[in-house]
């Protein structure tokens, strides 16, 4: 991510929060792991999920994540440790963020069906 401190104000770039990542999807990761690549505790991980930030696959009683999972468990890391957004704020902002996604993909395939 981009930041630029500018008078105690931190600038997070647009593309940081709107260019979609391609992620593998499968989930393969259980949650020692996934903390440990993500820097954050278990416990944090467990709270991620109660509020709905992050949803793992479970197989038995076991939670699998996908790299998808990963990458949007640093997004809301991001958001809470750089820009001091609670969980709830980070909720709203990732939501937000996949509709803009919506958009631009409905967006992109308009473009390609007026180019027909």
């Known amino acids: ?16 929060w ?5 992620a593998n999807d499968e989930p393969k990761h259980g949650i020692s792991e996934v903390a440990a690549r993500s820097g954050v505790r278990v416990s944090t991980l ?12 479970r197989a038995g009683g076991r939670r699998l994540y996908s790299e998808a999972d990963i990458d949007r468990i640093l997004r809301v890391r991001r958001l809470v440790e750089d820009l001091g957004i609670n969980l709830a704020g980070a909720a709203a902002v990732l939501h937000l963020r996949q509709q803009v996604i919506a958009l631009q993909r409905e967006v992109e395939s308009l473009r390609g069906q007026r180019g027909r």
Do not use: K
């Open 46 to 57: 467990r709270r991620y999920e109660e509020w709905g930030l992050v949803e793992p696959a």
């Open 1 to 16: 991510m981009n930041r630029a401190h500018d008078g105690g104000m931190i600038r997070v770039s647009v593309t940081d």
């Open 18 to 22: 709107l260019i979609e990542d391609v």
